[in-house]
């Protein structure tokens, strides 16, 4: 890994007298596909939207590549190059495949008012390249068939796979997915494993919530671990398989590590 592209530290979210995220410190080496797991309601969504500006954080900060990112907006953390999926499909329903794509690429395209608003300066893209662009991230995401096709058309495996497509037109140097093995069956998921490692061979790096395990094991070469809002592990796939805090917050069995 040759450097840290991002750097939570300290991360800290309220919500009246909830405490949703507290204190909350973890970085992300170029180059690694890190997982952020935990039960349901552990913060991990809440964490995603702090880093990314959806929602400003009570207190800590967030780099990303050395830039302050802290509480966003959204256009400026995206403009730096980093770049989100959702728990549900958010594509627009009733345009094409390839319209959507190109919906996630306003903010590059050089002399446009949405490049204009975001400030963005680098990874332009000039509007004469805009078709070799799209019929290169169809390909990367196996979507060409179905490029004149209505997104709300597709399967529901295809329509996830069509907001990471989404992402990758905003050109990131980091991708945060959130859940994207929700609702895919056995082949989805591993035609997603192999689309993640791709990614990552590319040059993208990964930060992904996820309750798909086995996915998680297999693909993450460090794993952060969230119960109630902190963090309780930290370590590869198989030293967290092995950490008796974790394994007693999955499964509620603090003896279950000694059996």
Not at 142 to 154: E, F, I, P, T
Not at 170 to 192: I, S
Request: charged share 15%; proline share 5%.
């Amino acid at each position: 890994m040759s450097s840290e592209l991002l750097a939570v530290r300290g991360l800290t979210r309220r919500f009246g007298g909830l405490i949703a995220l507290n204190n909350l410190s973890f970085s992300v080496q170029e180059g690694e596909i890190i997982g952020l797991i935990g039960p349901n309601g552990a913060g991990k969504t809440t964490a995603f939207n702090a880093i990314t500006g959806t929602v400003p954080p009570s207190s800590g900060t967030v780099h990303f590549n050395g830039i302050n990112i802290s509480g966003g907006p959204p256009s400026r953390v995206v403009a730096a190059g980093l770049a989100r999926t959702f728990q549900s499909t958010s594509t627009y329903p009733n345009e094409t495949v390839a319209e959507n794509v190109y919906r996630g690429m306003l903010s590059r395209i050089a002399g446009s008012a949405v490049g204009l608003l975001t400030g963005r300066r680098n990874r332009n893209l000039s509007p004469t390249s805009i078709p070799a662009e799209i019929d290169q991230i169809l390909g990367v995401t196996d979507l060409q068939s179905w490029r004149n096709a209505a997104a709300g058309s597709l399967p529901y495996g295809l329509q996830k796979k069509l907001g990471i497509a989404v992402a990758l037109a905003t050109q990131p140097r980091m991708l945060l997915l959130d859940e994207p093995a929700a609702g895919l069956n056995h082949e989805e998921c591993r035609d997603l494993t192999r689309l993640l490692r791709r990614l990552r061979d590319d040059g993208l790096t990964l930060l992904l919530v996820e309750h798909h395990m086995a996915l998680v094991m297999d693909l993450c070469h460090r794993i952060v671990v969230l119960v109630q809002g902190e963090k309780i592990a930290e370590g590869t796939p198989e030293q967290i398989s092995q950490d008796p805090a974790v394994i007693e917050a999955y499964l509620g069995a603090p003896d279950y590590a000694h059996a």
